[in-house]
């Protein structure tokens, strides 16, 4: 399976964007998803979680209340809902894949990555 993410872009603050997350090459079907971002000069950090079909989530506490993770599994994509946004949300936003879990809250659990995004959060 491949991640595409799409949907970054230079936003301001308190304003929202969407990013998606197709899959293609083989359907992500049973895999557990998630979301991560790296600021720089900042470690990875693990933001969001959902699982297989899709009814349980995980938000970091970062963003709990202001992002929202989701997929439409009809379209093997994941989404990520971003609202009311903090200029230390600028980051390069990535997704992954869990092939082994349908539901994983560890960053080593996610062994398929996309290519990352870019969000940019002016003040």
């Known amino acids: 399976v491949q991640l595409q993410a799409s949907g970054g872009g230079l936003v301001q603050a308190g304003n929202s964007l969407r990013l998606s997350c197709a899959a293609s090459?083989?359907?992500?079907?049973?895999?557990?998803m998630g979301w991560f971002r790296q600021a720089p000069g900042k470690e990875r950090e693990f933001i969001a979680a959902?699982?297989?079909?899709?009814?349980?989530?995980y938000h970091a506490d970062s963003v709990k209340g202001r992002f929202t993770i989701s997929r439409d599994n009809s379209k093997n994509t994941v989404y990520l809902q971003m609202n009311s946004l903090k200029p230390e949300d600028t980051a390069v936003y990535y997704c992954?894949?869990?092939?082994?879990?349908?539901?994983?809250?560890?960053?080593?659990?996610?062994?398929?990555w996309g290519q990352g995004t870019l969000v940019t959060v002016s003040s």
């Open positions: 959902i699982s297989w079909p899709g009814r349980r989530t």
């Open positions: 090459g083989r359907t992500f079907r049973s895999y557990g």
């Open positions: 992954a894949a869990s092939t082994l879990f349908q539901y994983s809250l560890s960053t080593s659990s996610y062994d398929v």
